[in-house]
């Protein structure tokens, strides 16, 4: 009904910069929130940014100043643009969208996520 796929992942060597997207598409009537979350070796997954569907953003702590999320609702499409890259950075990213469908409910929806790797 729902697919969320995101792109974009990679190896960048620390300080360098990667550009992630993610797009849904299906049975959507609308998109409220959207957000990134990253996954880590032994680590839980844990909350990167989000944006709401008027364009407020939240972010981890970790990442404020160096990653910025966007949006672009004519397309169902968020990105995250991530710069100064760190290797603690290296996760597994995943995208959400919290989709509105056509029976008026929201349901949550992960992409499969894609690989970040900042080593020298």
């Known amino acids: 009904q729902v697919q969320v796929v995101e792109s974009g992942g990679g190896l960048v060597q620390p300080g360098g910069s990667l550009r992630l997207s993610c797009a849904a598409s299906g049975s959507i009537l609308g998109i409220n929130a959207m957000g990134w979350y990253r996954q880590a070796p032994g680590k839980e997954r844990e909350l990167v940014a989000t944006?709401?569907?008027?364009?407020?953003?939240n972010y981890a702590d970790s990442v404020k100043g160096r990653f910025t999320i966007s949006r672009d609702n004519t397309k169902n499409m968020a990105y995250l643009q991530m710069n100064s890259l760190k290797p603690e950075d290296t996760a597994v990213y995943y995208c959400n969208a919290k989709v509105v469908g056509f029976n008026r409910l929201e349901n949550s929806y992960w992409g499969q996520g894609t690989q970040v790797t900042v080593s020298s």
């Open positions: 944006i709401s569907i008027g364009g407020r953003t």
